[in-house]
């Protein structure tokens, strides 16, 4: 099992900056690919980005390429998304979510995920 928790979300103008950050706990945390996932409201969990068990590897969707970073620390135990550039479409709750995976591969697939942590708000005004 491993348990997550998001922090930093909140409410910024539309061209800010947000870092959300979340913190594993339970099983090896450095087995597992890791990944950020939003919902907006009336809206389906989306795939934001994800890093591989080394953090050799990330993927992003295309909507936040370029303006959205994600990065590990295996020793510390977080993932960490650093948002800039922020538009009022990335308003969502953003969730972490964790699936033990030693590949290269990163999963863009909500079902591939069994841990979640409980979600971040993200509001971006105009």
């Known amino acids: 099992q491993v348990q997550l928790v998001e922090s930093g979300g909140g409410l910024v103008q539309a061209g800010g900056s947000l870092r959300l950050s979340c913190a594993a706990s339970g099983r090896t945390f450095s087995d597992h690919a890791m990944g950020w996932f939003r919902q907006a409201l009336g809206k389906e969990r989306e795939f934001v980005a994800g890093?591989?068990?080394?953090?050799?590897?990330?993927r992003y969707v295309g909507a936040v390429e370029g303006r959205f970073t994600i990065s590990r620390d295996n020793v510390k135990k977080t993932v960490t998304l650093q948002m800039n550039s922020l538009k009022p479409e990335d308003t969502a709750v953003y969730y972490c979510a964790a699936k033990r995976d030693i590949s290269r591969m990163i999963s863009s697939s909500r079902e591939e995920y069994p841990y979640w942590g409980q979600g971040t708000p993200v509001s971006v005004s105009s």
């Open positions: 890093i591989t068990w080394s953090g050799s590897g990330t």
